[in-house]
Nanobody, 123 residues
Framework: QVQLVESGGGLVQTGASLRLSCAAS????????MGWFRQAPGKTREFVAA???????NYLDSVKGRFTISRDNAKNTVYLQMNSLKPEDTAVYYC?????????????????WGQGTQVTVSS
């Protein structure tokens, strides 16, 4: 059974940085793509970033150049480095795991989800 545990959220000011972590367990981590999604109050959950088993990545346009997804297969952990944070980045951030080596930006590609971590950016 795949388990995902996020950490690293918090309250920061505009322009600050945060690094989210997601520790995975229950299967061979390096074989599967991982993703980050977010959900702001009153909005649908949206794709933020994904990373394949090989390390290739893709991003939501509005976070390109500010956010970086990475993975440490030795630690079974995926990260989301968030720089130059804006109030519109405020959301609950969810880690997600695919059952494939490569994955995209659709929620249905990720059957496994963490509990989420709150990120709040004040203006």
């Amino acid at each position: 059974q795949v388990q995902l545990v996020e950490s690293g959220g918090g309250l920061v000011q505009t322009g600050a940085s945060l690094r989210l972590s997601c520790a995975a367990s229950g299967r061979t981590f390096s074989r599967y793509a991982m993703g980050w999604f977010r959900q702001a109050p009153g909005k649908t959950r949206e794709f933020v970033a994904a990373i394949s088993g090989a390390g290739g990545s893709n991003y939501l346009d509005s976070v390109k150049g500010r956010f970086t997804i990475s993975r440490d297969n030795a630690k079974n952990t995926v990260y989301l480095q968030m720089n130059s944070l804006k109030p519109e980045d405020t959301a609950v951030y969810y880690c997600a795991a695919a059952n494939t080596y490569y994955s995209g930006s659709y929620r249905y590609e990720y059957p496994h989800w963490g509990q989420g971590t709150q990120v709040t950016v004040s203006s």
